[in-house]
């Protein structure tokens, strides 16, 4: 199943949206989801990266060297 939203874009934007449609014969629509579905893993990545760092700042995450992560592999 899938799920109805509403994006607001810039007037820019839409334009360009619009035009890359038009050359392609592909909807807008195709292109926004395409664009999500692209980049939505990297966003997450980012914002876990972002909470790792923060409990690190922290003291609450542990943080291994190089060295100690192999070595802890071979055991």
């Known amino acids: 199943m899938s799920k109805q939203a509403a994006v ?37 990545d980012s914002y876990l990266a972002e909470q790792v760092a923060q409990r690190i700042r922290l003291g609450e995450e542990e943080v291994l060297s190089a060295e100690d992560f192999w070595r802890d592999l071979d055991n």
């Open 8 to 44: 607001r874009l810039p007037d820019e934007t839409y334009e360009r949206l619009q035009a890359l449609a038009g050359r392609t014969g592909r909807t807008a629509t195709y292109y926004i989801r395409e664009a999500i579905e692209t980049h939505l893993e990297d966003l997450e």
